[in-house]
């Protein structure tokens, strides 16, 4: 069931299609109230302060009678033998910014959709969140060609992203503390940072990222299963395939689950750490299941 008063959707299929995640534009405000992205407006001044915009370097002239000698640029004015003063630009505050991945374990799936596709979805669905605040968006692709959308007005950035999702290119699987760090220097002080993946990457360079995240802003966590990942069927052996190979994935041995209870547990123990951590907070959705009644679900210790 979803929440009182949210919309009910459940992705399906094995490629994102585009007119499936510009739908998803009229679901912009109910994502917004699942991620609590008002949370900081309703909260009151003492939350505003807590994010009050910074400055950050934009470019230096040459001196000019007057300005600040506390923003004199002596790198450049030593360069140049010219005096240079730093000039800033006010940082904005209101960023929504969405890492998704695309890459090769994500698109598998056993119910419903391809955890690429909820993915996808997911990811959109962030973007027409912050289009619904008018706020401005970006977003990285890990995998599927590594899009990269620098942060702007929402309504062409989703759009943007929608397109590069729905049009699977073949690209290098970059790794993901790589494209946090690059967020992380896009996105202005005081961003949210959206990552959905499944969260496959080794435990160290997990915690680079969101690390990195963090430090810039505000962190949510979407961690997306197939019912296969979170669940093994009955003892028996199912063959599965990437179009290409075929496989026996035998569910009767006691090695097999054993060894898949103990992935399951350790992915979850990471982000449930992670989630522990301030300024983070995490989901869980799996394929096949509605995305509004997952969100709305708190991602508790197992």
């Known amino acids: 069931m979803s929440p009182a008063g949210a919309p009910r959707h459940v992705p399906r299929g094995v490629r994102p299609a585009l007119d499936a995640l510009l739908g998803l534009r009229r679901y912009g405000a109910a994502m917004r109230r699942l991620l609590d992205l008002d949370a900081e407006r309703r909260?009151?001044?003492?939350?505003?302060?807590?994010?009050?915009?910074?400055?950050?370097?934009?470019?230096?002239?040459?001196?000019?009678?007057?300005?600040?000698?506390?923003?004199?640029?002596?790198?450049?004015?030593?360069?140049?033998g010219r005096p240079h003063t730093k000039l800033y630009r006010l940082e904005r505050g209101d960023d929504?910014?969405?890492?998704?991945?695309?890459?090769?374990?994500m698109?598998?799936?056993?119910?419903?959709?391809?955890?690429?596709?909820?993915?996808?979805?997911?990811?959109?669905?962030?973007?027409?969140?912050a289009a619904e605040g008018g706020e401005r968006f970006g977003a990285l692709v890990?995998?599927?060609?590594?899009?990269?959308?620098?942060?702007?007005?929402?309504?062409?950035?989703?759009?943007?992203?929608?397109?590069?999702?729905?049009?699977?290119?073949?690209?290098e699987d970059a790794l993901l503390d790589a494209l946090a760090a690059r967020a992380a220097a896009e996105a202005a002080r005081g961003a949210r940072f959206v990552v959905v993946s499944d969260f496959p990457d080794e435990e160290d360079a997990l915690e680079?990222?969101?690390?990195?995240?963090?430090?810039?802003?505000?962190?949510?966590?979407?961690?997306?299963?197939?019912?296969?990942?979170?669940?093994?069927?009955?003892?028996?052996?199912?063959?599965?395939?990437d179009g290409r190979e075929h496989l026996l994935l035998d569910t009767g041995r006691a090695g097999v689950r054993a060894a898949h209870a103990r992935s399951l547990a350790a992915?979850?123990?990471?982000?449930?750490?992670l989630a522990a951590q301030p300024g983070t907070r995490c989901h869980a959705v799996c394929a096949g299941e509605d995305l509004f009644a997952a969100l709305a679900r708190p991602f508790t210790p197992s």
């Open 43 to 80: 909260a009151g001044p003492r939350a505003a302060s807590a994010r009050s915009p910074g400055m950050e370097y934009a470019e230096s002239r040459i001196y000019s009678p007057g300005d600040d000698v506390r923003r004199i640029d002596w790198r450049v004015t030593a360069r140049t």
């Open 96 to 105: 929504l910014y969405c890492i998704v991945d695309q890459r090769a374990p």
């Open 107 to 129: 698109r598998f799936g056993t119910r419903a959709a391809f955890k690429s596709v909820v993915a996808a979805e997911l990811a959109a669905l962030a973007g027409w969140a």
């Open 142 to 171: 890990a995998g599927a060609g590594g899009t990269a959308i620098r942060p702007g007005a929402a309504e062409g950035s989703v759009s943007a992203l929608c397109a590069a999702l729905a049009a699977q290119a073949n690209g």
């Open 208 to 241: 680079r990222a969101a690390a990195r995240l963090r430090a810039r802003g505000e962190l949510i966590l979407v961690w997306v299963l197939d019912p296969l990942e979170a669940r093994l069927p009955p003892p028996g052996r199912y063959p599965l395939t």
């Open 267 to 273: 992915r979850r123990a990471r982000l449930e750490r």
